[in-house]
């Protein structure tokens, strides 16, 4: 470990966040069916964490320190900034068709009007449509930017997490859970698959990102994982801030899960039981690090460390 | 062409919807997300002319009489019927999301309650969400079945077609239309993004399932002005049925056009000059088809006739 230079996730995490933004803005399309450019765009690079992309980033970070050298090295960085971005997209598809009223119908995200208060339902509808479509397009430019082969692998994850039986399929059984008591192992299964599965697909598709024709199970395994903890952490402290932050600070409307009737974490443990459930699931993510074996996690356990810690 | 067998094309297409029918029964999940599973293969599996799948393994069959051989051909018909079912859904999501109240709101589509009317809007919305990530996840199976490199391809193909270049944004555009007049060339324009970009993107996906690496130049232009010609006199033939025809043999509800302020080639043309326009329109396609060069362009053109001559 001594060759390794000091790790400033800071430095890191403002440098990989201006090249998200950038890229955003560079593929995101401008003037286009009327307002609906304007609306992905107000969409897409309207802010947020990017805790997707970054996973998706660090996850590649780590994996290139395998030993990478040769010719694919720029094409990888350039597929892992695009699965990067192509995860954020559907992450900020699936937001706006959240937020409509046949949904959650909230008016306020990140402190603005949502998408369909400001460009009305039926555009919001193909703003979200528009967006998931962007993803796998972003996914798939010319053979000599990135290998047809880590093309076609990373579509596969992506698809698998965004649908039926990932993060829409979770979405559909939180839709049918209003009102309903549910076990802590359902409640973990519903969010496992509605905000798990597009976090859990945000790491693979970095370490997808390698000179490996495939990873090895037991590195898959430890990452899977990781992911799963993390994205399990990221709803209890999310369950826990609609309980303890306020609408201000949060950017969205809080305490709308007990308005809704929804089963949350706090519902299920009480506050406490689920502060110490989060902070058992970011001690399982970091031990799911050391398991790797690879060199370099520290991005990946910063990461963890931000899910835990964010206020927001 | 002495030892070309007569084609026919009721065998044909008979032999084809059946393998369509098979597959998208496979491939649409069943018991997933409490109802979600179900709302999409009512969505997917009821019915429906399959124009889109059939216009794909109608140019495979074109491609194949090159005078394929070797060992790619099985994973060339297996990439073609996957291209096939994933033009279908992506056409199935948009039906969906089309028919909501704050979109179309119509309540009848084949003859049947539409989604929303069925399943909630809700439930709805994730259907068609759900069914535009699942044709990408059946274009991105294992690398023994289908090669990366035309996974990736036919992923490139669709998701243009799909978003904001192509359908979502033909709609965006449409559904700032109302009310407005269009010349005709903003009309065609509208609907070679609205209609138009999946169909050529059905042509075009069934002709990439193919041992070329890239289609040449002057093939792809063909088959793209085919596609095109073919496309707007769908367009032109549906815009004169929603006056001609009845509901019942529609199985959609007619006339909402107009009771909608919506331009159609009928409001824009008359009904004389809209069915011109249609035989124009096929003849191009038909001259299209013989500029391919292609040996074999037998079920593309019974396609074209079929468009051109269908009821509902």
């Not at 430890?222 to 999310?238: E, R």
């Not at 932050?245 to 039981?273: I, N, R, Y």
Request: net charge negative; with cysteine.
């Amino acid at each position: 470990m001594s060759e390794m230079k000091a790790f400033d996730f800071q430095a890191w995490s403002h440098q990989q966040l201006a090249l998200i933004e950038q890229s955003l803005d560079l593929w995101v399309p401008h003037e286009i069916g009327g307002s609906l450019g304007s609306s992905m765009r107000y969409a897409a690079l309207g802010g947020g964490k990017r805790l997707r992309p970054l996973l998706c980033l660090a996850a590649r970070h780590s994996m290139r320190l395998l030993g990478e050298v040769g010719h694919e090295s720029p094409c990888l960085d350039q597929a892992a900034l695009r699965a990067a971005c192509a995860c954020e997209l559907i992450h900020s598809y699936s937001l706006v068709h959240d937020d409509m009223p046949c949904m959650d119908d909230d008016v306020l995200r990140r402190g603005q009007p949502t998408v369909h208060v400001k460009f009305g339902q039926a555009m919001a509808l193909l703003c979200g449509d528009s967006l998931q479509a962007l993803a796998f397009e972003i996914l798939t430019p010319s053979e000599s930017l990135v290998p047809s082969r880590v093309q076609a692998l990373l579509c596969k994850l992506l698809s698998q997490a965004a649908g039926h039986a990932g993060m829409a399929g979770g979405q559909a059984v939180d839709l049918q859970s209003v009102g309903v008591v549910l076990t802590q192992a359902q409640l973990q299964a519903m969010h496992a698959m509605k905000t798990g599965a597009l976090l859990q697909a945000s790491v693979m598709m970095g370490a997808s990102c390698s000179h490996e024709g495939a990873l090895s199970e037991s590195l898959q395994t430890s990452l899977l994982t990781y992911a799963n903890a993390l994205g399990l952490a990221f709803q209890v402290v999310d369950d826990i801030l609609d309980v303890v932050s306020d609408t201000q600070t949060l950017g969205k409307t809080v305490g709308k899960d007990a308005a809704h009737d929804k089963p949350t974490f706090v519902s299920l443990l009480g506050l406490d039981g689920a502060q110490a459930h989060a902070q058992t699931l970011h001690q399982q993510a970091h031990e799911a690090l050391l398991a790797t074996g690879l060199k370099d996690v520290r991005a990946l356990g910063a990461l963890a460390d931000l899910v835990i810690k964010r206020k927001s």
